[in-house]
């Protein structure tokens, strides 16, 4: 009874790199969703995303981000061009349906770490 | 613009007493409310929900209470065990952006001294 899995768990980057972050949502799951945690702050959405749709990405910043989620295999997190601003804890969850009332389960995130 | 604000960064209480976390909102079309407990390198953990119909839901140790005319929900655990320390995040769901999605507080960290 796998949970939401994020890989990689720690990810070091140099300024300009590229990051990827992956998501495996829940077994029958459909619904994914991506937040972000500064270093003393909360959780902030950055974007939603069903099988080959993007449905919010209202979170996310305009330039350097993107997300997919694709009909096989995990969605995927993009951060091109890496700045130090970037640093934080990347968190997925995913949900069995629309309504957010039942609840999201949580990945344990990715710790991106931009020198 | 902080829609969902937790106030206290931190508290700490003695085992067997009674824990109460503190959440305000700023947003009156937010129409349900949960509170996740997160422990150090994991992610969120669902803990409790409540209604905004509602103004009181309880489960087991842990009780939600809303106080919609203040915009206020508190979480009250009781007794508190050790084991209950943790960063503790109000949210508050809405349609937003095209979408229901969940706003997060900044969470409170909870130690419980045995």
């Known amino acids: 009874n796998a949970g939401v899995m994020q890989n990689p768990r720690h990810l070091v980057r140099r300024r300009g790199q590229e990051a990827r972050l992956r998501c495996s949502p829940m077994?029958?799951?459909?619904?994914v969703y991506w937040y972000r945690q500064l270093p003393e702050e909360g959780l902030k959405f950055m974007v939603y995303?069903?099988?080959?749709?993007?449905?919010?990405e209202s979170g996310m910043p305009k330039e350097r981000f993107s997300a997919e989620f694709p009909k096989e295999g995990p969605s995927i997190l993009r951060i091109q061009q890496v700045v130090r601003g970037d640093s934080a804890a990347y968190f997925c969850?995913?949900?069995?349906?629309?309504?957010?009332?039942?609840?999201?389960?949580f990945g344990s995130g990715t710790q991106l770490s931009v020198l | 613009d902080q829609q969902v604000k937790q106030n206290s960064p931190s508290l700490s209480v003695q085992e067997g007493r009674i824990s109460i976390l503190n959440c305000d909102y700023t947003?009156?079309?937010?129409?349900?409310f949960l509170w996740y407990k997160k422990y150090p390198a994991e992610g969120p953990t669902f803990l409790i929900s409540?209604?905004?119909?509602?103004d009181k839901n309880e489960d087991g140790r842990f009780t939600v209470f809303l106080n919609k005319s203040a915009k206020h929900l508190s979480l009250h655990i009781v007794p508190s065990q050790p084991g209950d320390s943790a960063v503790y995040f109000c949210?508050?769901?809405?349609?937003?952006?095209?979408?229901?999605?969940?706003?997060f507080g900044k969470g409170t960290k909870l130690t419980v001294n045995p």
């Open positions: 409540i209604s905004s119909i509602k």
């Open positions: 949210a508050a769901s809405a349609i937003q952006g095209g979408s229901e999605k969940l706003v």
């Open positions: 947003n009156s079309m937010f129409d349900y």
């Open positions: 077994k029958g799951h459909s619904h």
């Open positions: 995303l069903q099988k080959e749709n993007i449905i919010d």
């Open positions: 969850a995913s949900s069995p349906n629309l309504h957010l009332n039942e609840k999201l389960f």
